[in-house]
Each structure stands twice: as structure tokens, then as C-alpha cells.
């Protein structure tokens, strides 16, 4: 067997491989079986997504891998990492679809006569079982000839698969067929015999079963043809991820724009990006402020503002303004190329329940050959006629293909994972599904998981006879001078409600106490309360209330005085983000007990668990202590899911049973969890344990249906009380329902976003 050459090189510890000619799952355990007898290697062989993961010690040469796999009996290719890029021309360019299809509509067009004329006594003519065989010997051996093949090439390296059911199965028919026409009865004029579903004793040179082999040929293409482009569809939605980057940009050079490809473009590359264009990959604004549209990337439908000095994301969409972008991640560093690499991690591994199913499948087509040859043996020693002994047999061999048993996994998961990364949530592998049907605990970290982690001005108080409008217009002013947090928050709030600020004839910072300047004439202070105190400036009683009031709710407060007079105070703190309540509501609804875990004080987290609906609240946490509690919880008899953003949950993610980080956290976070969450929603976490749990709920139920479809039919098969055409379609149609099963994922609905 040949295979386009691929160079002999040295890799690293992961090596990737594609595999063609695979047709079913005991053909993966097979390929699987025989990597993993090299010395040093572990492989996983993926028959849904046709790749081989193999981890090999350091300088391994792939080469080895690919001669392996060809004589095993398959073709095998180096996967080579790359930049993601959607392969435009993919939906036509499978020759492997084109073929069965081609094989599909011929054998349907000579089969359905042959079908006809057996089922329908009225329609057989004089030598009509004659001119069957001249439209199912084209069928038998033309259609068919993927079948034989591969069971040849199996039988040749002392392997059995479903192949070599339908090869024996329909060849048999077949033969007998052509025994009886021209060695026996079947073949004189006038002979006539009824379709019937179960097997009656009958003269077995009486009887052809043309109809039985090209049946078979015919509805096993079909079903291997709907199975192929079902596949395609599962794995569509990362075809779709990968669509999502710009083809080009417009580098910025000397001051004129210049189209590039996207691979040209360098880190520290400043490019424009015009109203209606993709951002082409990650980078931060240098100029210009727009809104961007990340709804194809991460699923949030409100696009969000962006100003100089603020990061963007490749493959979003800016629906504003005109912006200057410095590129700061490219290639395969960037965040689609990051997710495109989650999700194909995610599909090419396997759940322990997939495993399972492999193993049964490997070992199941030896059972089922034996099970035919002993239910042959038990007709033929019962005194049965040899046809219904042989019709029996057969029915036995095409039943029992375990096609949709190495199906009912990977299909799901591909479907899953993928309609994951749509939504913006980003599966690391099988095994964290079975993680979320256990998990009874969620432990939420409150800065920027639950809170925004960024300051921000929640209510301002006036003094009796001062405007608010003027208060934020000069406080603004003068905090938009400072760096500090608490500034910006204050100038940004002050921004939002009366627009653009003026600047400050003079400004001076006072370290740790607050600012001052002279705005529009005005002496502005704006800090602590002590630095209103050095110019003798003292809060009156409303203020003072005011202040003291927040302040035991566990925020800050920012004194404003001018002209010798305070004038009000503004209230600042990290703000409980605005879906954090209905996200809790989420997880109590999927039997969840949420837990605020946090290094602020207790009446900061006592605040902010009250607003949101927690209950159980454990403060004042140092961030190498986060561990022990997850441990702590985990010794109660918790099953624990940690949801953080920060470095400092790193360990606490890694430790939970189920990690989930946000996106917009630190990439340590994002390493160490099992899930990412692309968007700062928390309710995103509520979908991904539903889509997880759904996810593993359709594998379960796939497993189950193929499961018991081969168990009950391979008793009806081996009692004669199946048509072996009938068991053909039968067959065939549980892997359509398998695959049609997995791909009812992709109507999964965000509540996120619907809500």
C-alpha cells in the first residue's frame, strides 16, 4: 500500500498524524494497537476526526510512525502545525465523498429493480431472476469494491473489521446465488419466490438472494455516505472558528497603508482597521476609538467600546471608527489560533466511555464471524435446509457491524466542542465532561469573576447647593490627569455622564492621599478626607453620613473640595457585574452550591454575596491559601468547580475537579483550568456545564442505542428471524441515527446570550 511521502524529520514529544482508510472503529484500535508496541510511544487513534496523537520520546522519528500505520494497511500523513486557515475548496475536494456517492447512486439505480422484482411476485417475469443478476453483479462487485478491498487487506494483515462482514455477507449471498441459478432450480423459467421478513425451510438451490447482496451494498453505502458528510458537519463548526480570521491587512508603514497577507504581518506591526473590517489579529489601539463586535468569537451580541491603549482581539469586527492597531500576537500565538488548537485537542482525545467502546469494538468482529459460523452450524445440525441455515448466517454478519458503537463518542464530541467554541466556551478534553456531571460545588473567585475587577464609580453625593453635573466636570478633570485606579474610574464615570473633560491649567499628585489642580479657575481637590483637612476644608453632616455609609459597605470613597468649601463625595468600587446575579440563579437551577471564595475583607464579600444571591461566603483568603480550601471542601465530600480569572487561582484551578477560567483573565488561569470561558459572563460557566453535561448525556445515549441494537438483533438474526437485507438498512440506519443523534447538539442555546 502506498501513501504520498512524507519527509523523515525529527519532531518534538507530540507528533500528529491523519490517517485515511479507516472505516470503522476496530480499524482505529487496530492502528492504535500497534503504535503503542513501539518502544517509548502512546497513541491515541481518533475514527471521527481520522488523526493519530502519538506522544513519543524527544527526536522521534515520524517516519516510523507513517510506515507503521501503512502496514497496518492504511495511509498515514505528518500533520504539520500551521497559522489555522479554512480550506476553501474542502467541501469539494473529498474524493473519498465523491467516490461514494458516485457508488451510492449507481447501486441504488441497479439495485432497486433487483429489490422489486424478489419482493414482488407479480413483477417476475420469464427468466427475470437472470436479468436480476445482471443489475446486482455490478452492485456486488463494482459498489461494493470498498468493502472487499479493505476486508482483503485486513484478512491479508490477519484483521477483521465490519468490512469483512459485508464482504462475507454479500459475497456469500452472491455465491449461493449463482450456485443455485446454475446448478440448481433457481435458474429454469417461471421459478417465482415471495419476499418474506423472516426464514421459512425451502429447497436451498431454489433460492437466490441477488436481492439480499445488492440491498445490503446499497443501503451500507448509504449509510457509510450520510455517515462521511454527517462527520463534515460535525466538525464544521471549527471549520467555521477557523474562517473567522481576516485574509489580509493594511500594515502602516511610513505613513502609507500597504495590503499585506495576514502571514506577513509581524509582532510590533501597527495596521488599520476601517469601519465594517475585521481586526486581523491581536493587538492594542494606538489610535482611534471604536465599539467591536465579538459576537462570531466569544458569543457576547453587544459590542463593546475600545479606546487607545486597550486590547483587541483577532477576527472581531470593528463597527466603528477609523483604529491604528500595534500588533502584540501572531500566527499561532494569537487567541483564535489558541482556540482552534483547544478545540481540536478537545475532539481528537477520548472520554474513558469511548475507550470502553474501542475495546469492544476491536474484539467484537472476531465474536460476531464466530457467532455466524455457530449459528450456521446450529441450523445445518438441527436438520434446517441449508439456505435458511446460510440466509441466517449472513443476516448474523451484517447486523452486527459495530460501526455505530466507535461512532456514538467522537461524533458527539465534535459536535459538542465545537458548538462550544461558537458560544465562546472552550473544552480542553473528553475527560472534563464526565467531570460535570459530578460536580456539586462551584466556588466562584470574586475579583473579575463575579465583580468587573476594575474600579469603578458606583454613586455620587452633592453637597446643599453644589450641581452634580459640575462636580463630575471638574473632579473628572483633575482625576483624568492621574494614572491611579480609582482616577480612572472617577474620569471615566465623570466622562459617561457629561462628556469630554477639560484639562487642568496645573496638576500635582499627592502620593497615597489624592490630586489637585486648577480647572477653569477652580482650586479642585479631589482624595482622602485628610487631604481636604490639610487646607482646613471639612465634610458637612450629609456628606460625612454619606460617607461613612459606604465605606461600611465596603467601598471607596473620594473626597471633592474647591474654593475652600467640600462640594461632595464620590462613591468608587469593583462592580458586581450586571449578569453575576442571574448566573447564580443558573447554577443553584443545575443543582449547584456556590461558594464566594476571596482575599477582600468580610464585609466587602458579605456585600457583594448578598447582591448576587451566595450564601456561603469564605473571606479574607490569602491567595496561596485558596488551594486548602479547595481541599478542604474536596475532604467535606465536595465535588468541586473552581471559576477564577487571576495567577493567583492558578493552583486553586488546577486542584478543583473542574477548572473554569475566564478569557479575559491571565493566561496562567486559562493553562491551569479545564475549561475557558472566552467572555468576562459568568453565566457563560452555567452554559458550559450544561453543554457538557448535555454533551456526555448524547454520548451516553448513543453508546446505549448501539449497544442495544446489536444485542438484540443479533439473537433475532441468529433465531432466522431477520431478512439479511432488512439487517443491511437496519444497520446502516443505526449509524445515521448515531451521527444524526450527535449533530442535535448544534441547536444547543446560550442562556447567556438569550436571556
Known amino acids: 500500500m502506498t501513501t504520498s511521502a512524507a519527509p523523515s524529520e525529527v519532531l518534538g514529544d507530540n507528533i500528529e498524524l491523519t490517517i485515511g482508510g479507516m472505516t470503522c472503529a476496530s480499524c482505529a484500535m487496530r492502528i492504535e494497537k500497534k503504535l503503542n508496541k513501539l518502544d517509548g510511544v502512546s497513541a491515541t487513534v481518533n475514527y471521527a476526526t481520522e488523526k493519530a496523537r502519538v506522544i513519543a520520546p524527544a527526536g522521534y522519528d515520524a517516519q516510523t510512525l507513517i510506515e507503521v500505520v501503512e502496514k497496518t494497511g492504511y495511509t498515514a500523513a505528518l500533520l504539520v502545525a500551521k497559522v489555522p486557515q479554512a480550506d476553501a475548496t474542502a467541501e469539494v475536494a473529498d474524493p473519498e465523498l465523491t467516490g461514494l456517492r458516485q457508488r451510492l447512486i449507481g447501486s441504488i439505480v441497479l439495485s432497486v429493480p433487483v429489490i422489486a422484482l424478489s419482493m414482488v411476485p407479480a413483477f417476475q417475469f420469464t427468466y427475470w431472476q437472470w436479468a436480476s443478476l445482471v443489475l446486482a453483479a455490478p452492485v456486488i462487485t463494482w459498489a461494493a469494491w470498498p468493502f472487499h478491498r479493505a476486508a482483503w487487506m485486513n484478512l491479508r494483515h490477519g484483521a477483521a473489521t465490519m468490512d469483512t462482514l459485508i464482504s462475507i455477507g454479500t459475497l456469500a449471498a452472491l455465491l449461493w446465488s449463482l450456485y443455485a441459478l446454475f446448478l440448481g432450480t433457481a435458474g429454469e423459467p417461471g421459478m417465482t419466490h415471495a419476499f418474506e421478513l423472516s426464514i421459512a425451510p425451502t429447497d436451498g438451490a431454489s433460492n437466490i438472494y441477488l436481492e439480499v447482496a445488492a440491498g445490503v451494498t446499497m443501503f451500507v453505502l448509504a449509510g457509510r455516505y450520510?455517515?462521511?458528510?454527517?462527520?463534515?458537519?460535525?466538525?464544521?463548526?471549527?471549520?467555521?472558528?477557523?474562517?473567522?480570521?481576516?485574509?489580509?491587512?493594511?500594515?502602516?508603514?511610513?505613513?502609507?497603508?500597504?495590503?499585506?497577507?495576514?502571514?506577513?504581518?509581524?509582532?510590533?506591526?501597527?495596521?488599520?482597521?476601517?469601519?465594517?473590517?475585521?481586526?486581523?489579529?491581536?493587538?492594542?489601539?494606538?489610535?482611534?476609538?471604536?465599539?467591536?463586535?465579538?459576537?462570531?468569537?466569544?458569543?457576547?451580541?453587544?459590542?463593546?467600546?475600545?479606546?487607545?491603549?486597550?486590547?483587541?482581539?483577532?477576527?472581531?469586527?470593528?463597527?466603528?471608527?477609523?483604529?491604528?492597531?500595534?500588533?502584540?500576537?501572531?500566527?499561532?500565538?494569537?487567541?483564535?489560533?489558541?482556540?482552534?488548537?483547544?478545540?481540536?485537542?478537545?475532539?481528537?482525545?477520548?472520554?474513558?466511555?469511548?475507550?470502553?467502546?474501542?475495546?469492544?469494538?476491536?474484539?467484537?468482529?472476531?465474536?460476531?464471524?464466530?457467532?455466524?459460523?455457530?449459528?450456521?452450524?446450529?441450523?445445518?445440525?438441527?436438520?434446517?435446509?441449508?439456505?435458511?441455515?446460510?440466509?441466517?448466517?449472513?443476516?448474523?454478519?451484517?447486523?452486527?457491524?459495530?460501526?455505530?458503537?466507535?461512532?456514538?463518542?467522537?461524533?458527539?464530541?465534535?459536535?459538542?466542542?465545537?458548538?462550544?467554541?461558537?458560544?465562546?466556551?472552550l473544552i480542553k478534553g473528553p475527560e472534563v465532561l464526565e467531570s460535570t456531571r459530578r460536580i456539586d460545588t462551584i466556588v466562584l473567585d470574586k475579583t473579575g469573576t463575579v465583580t468587573t475587577g476594575k474600579m469603578t464609580m458606583l454613586a455620587v453625593h452633592t453637597a446643599d447647593g453644589t450641581d452634580e453635573e459640575e462636580l463630575l466636570r471638574l473632579a473628572g478633570a483633575v482625576e483624568d490627569a492621574s494614572e491611579h485606579p480609582i482616577a480612572q474610574a472617577v474620569a471615566k464615570g465623570a466622562t459617561q455622564r457629561v462628556g469630554a473633560l477639560s484639562t487642568p491649567e496645573s496638576f500635582l499628585n499627592i502620593e497615597g492621599r489624592g490630586v489637585q489642580g486648577i480647572v477653569d479657575g477652580h482650586l479642585v481637590l479631589v482624595g482622602r478626607e485628610s487631604l481636604l483637612a490639610d487646607w482646613s476644608i471639612t465634610l458637612d453632616d450629609g456628606l460625612a453620613a454619606a460617607k461613612a455609609e459606604a465605606e461600611k459597605a465596603g467601598r471607596t470613597v473620594v473626597a471633592v473640595a474647591w474654593d475652600g468649601q467640600a462640594r461632595g463625595v464620590l462613591v468608587v468600587a469593583d462592580a458586581v457585574k450586571a449578569t453575576s446575579a442571574e448566573a447564580i440563579t443558573q447554577f443553584k437551577a443545575l443543582g449547584l452550591r456556590p461558594v464566594l471564595l476571596t482575599g477582600d475583607n468580610k464585609v466587602v464579600a458579605a456585600q457583594v454575596a448578598a447582591q448576587v444571591g451566595i450564601e456561603e461566603v469564605i473571606a479574607e483568603v490569602l491567595p496561596q491559601d485558596k488551594v486548602d480550601v479547595i481541599i478542604g471542601l474536596q475532604r467535606d465530600g465536595r465535588t468541586v468547580a473552581m471559576v477564577g480569572d487571576g495567577v493567583n487561582d492558578a493552583a486553586a484551578l488546577a486542584q478543583s475537579d473542574l477548572g473554569l477560567a475566564m478569557?479575559?483573565?491571565?493566561?496562567?488561569?486559562?493553562?491551569?483550568?479545564?475549561?475557558?470561558?472566552?467572555?468576562?459572563?459568568?453565566?457563560?460557566?452555567?452554559?458550559?456545564?450544561?453543554?457538557?453535561?448535555?454533551?456526555?448525556?448524547?454520548?451516553?445515549?448513543?453508546?446505549?442505542?448501539?449497544?442495544?441494537?446489536?444485542?438484540?438483533?443479533?439473537?433475532?438474526?441468529?433465531?432466522?428471524?431477520?431478512?439479511?437485507?432488512?439487517?443491511?438498512?437496519?444497520?446502516?440506519?443505526?449509524?445515521?441515527?448515531?451521527?444524526?443523534?450527535?449533530?442535535?447538539?448544534?441547536?444547543?442555546?446560550?442562556?447567556?446570550v438569550t436571556s
Open 226 to 425: 450520510f455517515e462521511k458528510r454527517s462527520k463534515r458537519q460535525a466538525g464544521a463548526a471549527l471549520r467555521a472558528l477557523l474562517e473567522l480570521g481576516a485574509k489580509d491587512v493594511a500594515l502602516l508603514r511610513g505613513g502609507t497603508e500597504i495590503r499585506i497577507p495576514i502571514e506577513d504581518l509581524a509582532v510590533d506591526d501597527e495596521f488599520v482597521v476601517r469601519p465594517g473590517e475585521k481586526i486581523p489579529t491581536d493587538g492594542v489601539i494606538v489610535e482611534g476609538t471604536s465599539a467591536i463586535d465579538a459576537s462570531m468569537l466569544t458569543g457576547e451580541s453587544v459590542p463593546v467600546e475600545v479606546a487607545p491603549g486597550e486590547n483587541v482581539v483577532g477576527a472581531t469586527v470593528n463597527v466603528g471608527g477609523r483604529l491604528v492597531v500595534r500588533a502584540t500576537r501572531v500566527g499561532t500565538d494569537t487567541q483564535l489560533s489558541q482556540m482552534a488548537r483547544l478545540v481540536e485537542d478537545a475532539q481528537s482525545g477520548k472520554a474513558e466511555v469511548q475507550r470502553l467502546a474501542d475495546r469492544v469494538a476491536g474484539v467484537f468482529v472476531p465474536i460476531v464471524i464466530a457467532i455466524a459460523v455457530g449459528t450456521l452450524a446450529v441450523w445445518l445440525g438441527g436438520g434446517f435446509p441449508i439456505s435458511a441455515a446460510f440466509t441466517a448466517a449472513v443476516a448474523v454478519l451484517i447486523i452486527a457491524c459495530p460501526c455505530a458503537l466507535g461512532l456514538a463518542t467522537p461524533t458527539a464530541l465534535l459536535v459538542g466542542t465545537g458548538r462550544g467554541a461558537q458560544l465562546g466556551i
Open 663 to 752: 478569557g479575559t483573565g491571565a493566561d496562567v488561569a486559562i493553562e491551569a483550568a479545564d475549561l475557558t470561558l472566552v467572555r468576562g459572563d459568568l453565566r457563560s460557566a452555567a452554559d458550559a456545564i450544561r453543554l457538557s453535561r448535555r454533551t456526555l448525556a448524547t454520548i451516553k445515549g448513543n453508546l446505549f442505542w448501539a449497544f442495544a441494537y446489536n444485542v438484540a438483533a443479533i439473537p433475532l438474526a441468529a433465531l432466522g428471524l431477520l431478512n439479511p437485507m432488512l439487517a443491511g438498512a437496519a444497520m446502516a440506519f443505526s449509524s445515521v441515527f448515531v451521527v444524526s443523534n450527535s449533530l442535535r447538539l448544534r441547536s444547543f442555546k446560550s442562556q447567556a
